[in-house]
């Protein structure tokens, strides 16, 4: 059994707006830009830390 038995996500994925209610479907495909900009920041966050992160590795191995 999984450790987590509440199976609701600490954060949404990227990419990923819950539906509110009174929203139509064209709304909910298509995002607003401010949504696309906060995805976008998200990525360009995540791909720095990566990036950090195996620079670090890289540099670990090395000594």
């Given at each position: 059994?999984?450790?987590?038995?509440?199976?609701?996500?600490?954060?949404p994925a990227?990419?990923?707006?819950?539906r509110?209610?009174?929203?139509?479907?064209?709304?909910?495909?298509?995002?607003?830009?401010?949504?696309?900009?906060?995805?976008?920041?998200?990525?360009?966050?995540?791909?720095?830390?990566l990036e950090?992160q195996?620079?670090?590795?890289?540099?670990?191995?090395?000594?």
């Amino acid at each position: 059994m999984s450790e987590n038995q509440d199976h609701k996500l600490a954060s949404p994925a990227a990419g990923y707006f819950p539906r509110e209610k009174g929203m139509s479907a064209e709304e909910y495909e298509h995002p607003t830009t401010h949504q696309m900009r906060i995805v976008g920041q998200r990525r360009t966050d995540a791909e720095a830390k990566l990036e950090r992160q195996q620079r670090e590795a890289r540099s670990k191995s090395h000594d």
